[in-house]
Nanobody, 121 residues
Framework: QVQLVESGGGLVQAGGSLRLSCAAS????????MGWYRQAPGKQRELVAT???????NYADSVKGRFTISRDNANDTVYLQMNSLKPEDTAVYYC???????????????WGKGTLVTVSS
């Protein structure tokens, strides 16, 4: 079982910055991909950014050049630095972790509870 603890959401003015963090804990697995998704009111959940264990990153076009994803493999923590925030970035941001269980080599997905980011104009 994997537990995810997110932090860093809040209210910020347009043009401002926020940093999200998500720490994973548990045992019996190795983490492959970590990332962030978001869901705005009335919309489907969408990819924001992901990062593999080797450091390869993937970003949604809408956040390229403004958001940076990073991870601390030693502490199983993923970060999302969000700069130049826009009102359309307002959403609940969910941490995502893809793991492989060590015992039976099963791929499993885990989601955080979400943290609200509100960008005022």
């Amino acid at each position: 079982q994997v537990q995810l603890v997110e932090s860093g959401g809040g209210l910020v003015q347009a043009g401002g910055s926020l940093r999200l963090s998500c720490a994973a804990s548990g045992s019996g697995f190795s983490i492959n991909v970590m990332g962030w998704y978001r869901q705005a009111p009335g919309k489907q959940r969408e990819l924001v950014a992901t990062i593999t264990s080797s450091g390869s990153t993937n970003y949604a076009d809408s956040v390229k050049g403004r958001f940076t994803i990073s991870r601390d493999n030693a502490n199983d923590t993923v970060y999302l630095q969000m700069n130049s925030l826009k009102p359309e970035d307002t959403a609940v941001y969910y941490c995502y972790v893809g793991v492989i269980t060590r015992l039976i080599k099963r791929v499993m997905d885990y989601w955080g509870k979400g943290t609200l980011v509100t960008v005022s104009s």
